[in-house]
């Protein structure tokens, strides 16, 4: 299948499950259930895994999922081509409530990204892209080109710097005491990395823990528009590795 066709379907498949997502959110009985076995959260996952599932399975491509994680590595690293699948990114946000949760589905070729979809279900956003495409943004019925990702000087003031106002780790507090007057902005899940795709912020320091779902897709959106995910040593992040754990890293 062409790249198109396979964006296409990965937006479909993050429509839907997004839709399945919502009823659940939406349902009226959220607090209580949310102390059983069958809680929002799990039955939120595991639906919206399934119904990703479904579509992408049709394109004859291995699926890496965090709900489906249990592949032998040995399996895993014959894999050419696989799709990374995070179901539902942002178990915090989903939660509270706050709508800063998304569907990730990324592709990836020779532990690159190629292709993306970062898609928020409550706040009606659905980010896409693809190297070599472009990036985009389809929220109201109506599609945005996102404007490619500017070269960042780090030395320069009040750059934007998206990180938690609350729990900042030692190193982020770090990296942020070596700039000129930062300005922090805060995001959850992977909506951060779109904050940086929108130029709404500057730069996105990881320096704590995070698995290959929870990036990949949103790195695929940066790369297509001309930015890096890169870790401390300036290597561009890498996927399907023996040890699904990320390095901390940078999105500029």
């Given at each position: 299948?062409e790249?198109e066709n396979l964006l296409?379907?990965a937006r479909?498949?993050?429509?839907?499950?997004?839709?399945?997502?919502?009823t659940?959110?939406n349902s009226d009985n959220?607090?209580?259930?949310l102390?059983s076995?069958?809680?929002p959260?799990?039955?939120a996952?595991?639906?919206?895994?399934?119904?990703?599932?479904s579509y992408?399975?049709?394109?004859?491509i291995?699926?890496?999922s965090?709900?489906g994680?249990?592949?032998s590595?040995?399996?895993?690293?014959?894999w050419d081509l696989l799709?990374?699948?995070?179901p539902?990114?942002?178990?915090k946000?989903?939660?509270k409530r706050?709508?800063e949760?998304?569907?990730n589905?990324?592709?990836?070729?020779q532990?690159r990204p190629?292709?993306?979809v970062?898609?928020?279900?409550?706040?009606?956003?659905?980010?896409y892209?693809?190297v070599g495409?472009?990036?985009?943004l389809?929220?109201?019925?109506q599609?945005?080109?996102?404007?490619e990702?500017?070269?960042?000087?780090?030395?320069?003031?009040?750059?934007?710097?998206?990180a938690?106002?609350?729990?900042?780790?030692?190193?982020?507090?770090?990296f942020?005491d070596?700039l000129n007057s930062?300005?922090v902005?805060s995001?959850?899940?992977?909506?951060?990395?779109m904050m940086i795709a929108?130029?709404?912020?500057d730069?996105y320091p990881?320096?704590?823990?995070t698995m290959e779902?929870?990036?990949?897709?949103?790195?695929?959106?940066?790369?297509?528009?001309g930015?890096?995910?890169r870790?401390?040593?300036g290597?561009?992040?890498?996927?399907n590795?023996s040890?699904?754990?990320?390095?901390?890293?940078?999105?500029y």
């Open positions: 299948m790249i296409e379907m479909l498949a993050s429509s839907e499950a997004s839709k399945a997502i919502l659940i959110y959220f607090e209580i259930s102390k076995d069958h809680s959260l799990t039955l996952d595991q639906t919206s895994h399934e119904i990703i599932v992408l399975e049709k394109t004859g291995p699926i890496l965090e709900e994680k249990d592949i590595i040995k399996e895993r690293l014959a799709w990374i699948v995070d539902l990114d942002g178990t946000e989903f939660i706050n709508g949760f998304t569907v589905i990324a592709l990836v070729k532990g190629l292709l993306g970062v898609e928020a279900p409550v706040l009606g956003q659905q980010f892209g693809a495409l472009g990036a985009f389809y929220e109201g019925e599609t945005t080109s996102l404007s990702i500017r070269e960042l000087d780090e030395t320069i003031e009040g750059i934007k710097v998206v938690s106002r609350s729990h900042l780790s030692v190193e982020t507090e770090q942020l070596k930062p300005e902005v995001m959850g899940s992977s909506l951060k990395f929108q130029g709404k912020a730069i990881r320096f704590a823990p779902w929870d990036t990949a897709a949103a790195h695929a959106i940066i790369k297509a528009l930015g890096h995910v870790t401390i040593d290597q561009e992040l890498n996927y590795k040890n699904l754990l990320n390095p901390f890293f940078k999105v």
